[in-house]
Every structure is written in structure tokens, then in C-alpha cells.
């Protein structure tokens, strides 16, 4: 037995697999419960969809404001008075420069959207219902069994 500290006591390896025995006992149950699965997708797609919005809605359209406000010096006259030339220029230019224009823009925005897309799959991965439901129910097992488990579990 090894002890981590002077005031812990070793953890045996029983007492451990006992817990996550009955975790994934657990697991196994609730998910054929159709009402946690049902749940769970419901959780996926909202997940999804949040993500979605937040990498291709906000963030995008926050960068493509921000950026000329910071450089207008936070006036939006200054910003007016430098933009409207420029979209007087893409109107009267010809269909094919306007058709190039916004083709980057697009390639701009989703290279933007798919960057916030992988760095938001990363720091807020999905939280599933199973695994909150099988935390709940462990908590309630360890306190039926705290007699038959060590400190730390």
C-alpha cells in the first residue's frame, strides 16, 4: 500500500472498483430509460446549435464591428466617414470585382467561424445527461455506503 500523505490512508483497489462498478451498472440502466435518451439528444443538438450560433453569429459579426471601431477610435462618424466610400465603391464597380468581394468576405467569416467553432468544442465540451444523472446517483450511493468506502473515493 502506498499513502500519499501522513493523513490520508491508501485507497484499495476493491473499495475503488466497487464505486465504478455500480457507476457503469448505472450507466448501464439509464441508458435504456427512453426518456433520458430522448434527453440527451435533445441536449446534443442544443449543444450543437448553441455552438453553431456563437462561432458563425457572434463572434464573426462581433470581430467584423470591433476591428473598425477600434481603428475609427471608437467615433462612429470617423467609421461612417471611412466606410461609406468604400461600399460606394462596391456598387459601382462590376458584377465580377462585387461577385470576388463577396466571395472573400464569406471565406473570411466561416475561416473566423470554424477557428471559434474548434476552440469553443474545446473549452466547453458537452456536459452529457447520462453522466450527470449517474453523478446524482452516486452521491446518493456513497452515502447509502459510506460505511464500505474509504475517505477519497
Known amino acids: 500500500?502506498?499513502?500519499y500523505s501522513p493523513h490520508t490512508k491508501a485507497v484499495d483497489a476493491p473499495e475503488v472498483a466497487v464505486y465504478?462498478?455500480?457507476?457503469r451498472r448505472y450507466l448501464e440502466r439509464i441508458r435504456k430509460v427512453p426518456e433520458i435518451?430522448?434527453?440527451?439528444?435533445?441536449e446534443v443538438a442544443m449543444y450543437l446549435l448553441r455552438r453553431i450560433l456563437w462561432s458563425f453569429g457572434f463572434f464573426p459579426i462581433f470581430i467584423a464591428f470591433w476591428i473598425p471601431f477600434v481603428l475609427a477610435s471608437f467615433?462612429?462618424?470617423v467609421m461612417a466617414s471611412d466606410l461609406i466610400p468604400l461600399l460606394q465603391e462596391?456598387?459601382?464597380s462590376n458584377p465580377e470585382v462585387q461577385a470576388t468581394t463577396i466571395s472573400t468576405l464569406t471565406i473570411a467569416w466561416a475561416s473566423i467561424g470554424f477557428i471559434f467553432l474548434?476552440?469553443?468544442?474545446v473549452l466547453t465540451p458537452f456536459r452529457s445527461p447520462y453522466e450527470y444523472e449517474a453523478d446524482v446517483y452516486m452521491r446518493s450511493w456513497e452515502q447509502l455506503?459510506?460505511?464500505?468506502l474509504p475517505d477519497k473515493v
Not at 20 to 23: F, G, I, K, L, Q
Not at 145 to 148: A, I, L, M
Open 90 to 92: 462596391f456598387t459601382s
Open 1 to 3: 500500500m502506498t499513502t
Open 20 to 23: 465504478w462498478a455500480e457507476r
Open 118 to 121: 474548434v476552440f469553443d468544442f
Open 145 to 148: 455506503n459510506h460505511d464500505q
Open 75 to 77: 467615433n462612429p462618424v
Open 37 to 42: 435518451r430522448q434527453r440527451f439528444w435533445r
